[in-house]
C-alpha cells in the first residue's frame, strides 16, 4: 500500500480546503486512516483518524469542530474538509495508515502507523 496526499495551497483566513489522501496498490483494505501535520519547528500533531470499516471518525483538539474526514471506500480515498482556517493551520499534512486493527488510544500515535505518505503543504495567511 501507498499512500499519497493532495489538495494543499495558499489559502487565506477563513477559507476552506479539502485534502485528499488516495491509496494505491489495489482497493485499500486496511483498517483505518489519519491526518497528522507538522508546522515548521514544531513536532507533529495528530488531526484526525477515520475507522475504514464503518466511518467512524475521531478528532485531536486543533480540529474539533473545523475539520471533518470522510472516506470514499470505493476510491480508496480519505479526505479532510477543513473549514474556517487559521494561520496556525499551516502545516504540512501527512496521511497514515493502520493496515491491521488498532485500538481507539492508538489512533493518536504517530510512531504505531503502519504506512505513510508524502505530505501536502497548507499555507494560510493572515
Known amino acids: 500500500v501507498q499512500l499519497q496526499a493532495s489538495g494543499g495551497g495558499v489559502m487565506q483566513t477563513g477559507d476552506s480546503l479539502r485534502l485528499a489522501c488516495t491509496a494505491s496498490g489495489g482497493t485499500f483494505r486496511g483498517y483505518s486512516m489519519a491526518w497528522f501535520r507538522q508546522a515548521p519547528g514544531k513536532t507533529a500533531e495528530y488531526v484526525s483518524a477515520?475507522?475504514?470499516?464503518?466511518?467512524?471518525?475521531f478528532y485531536g483538539d486543533s480540529a474539533k469542530g473545523r475539520f471533518t474526514v470522510s472516506r470514499d471506500i470505493a476510491k480508496s480515498t480519505m479526505y479532510l474538509q477543513m473549514s474556517s482556517l487559521k494561520p496556525e493551520d499551516t502545516a504540512t499534512y501527512y496521511c497514515g495508515a493502520f493496515l491491521t486493527p488498532a485500538p481507539d488510544h492508538g489512533l493518536p500515535m504517530r510512531q504505531a502507523y503502519d504506512v505513510w505518505g508524502p505530505g501536502t503543504l497548507v499555507t494560510v495567511s493572515s
Open positions: 477515520i475507522i475504514w470499516k464503518d466511518g467512524k471518525a
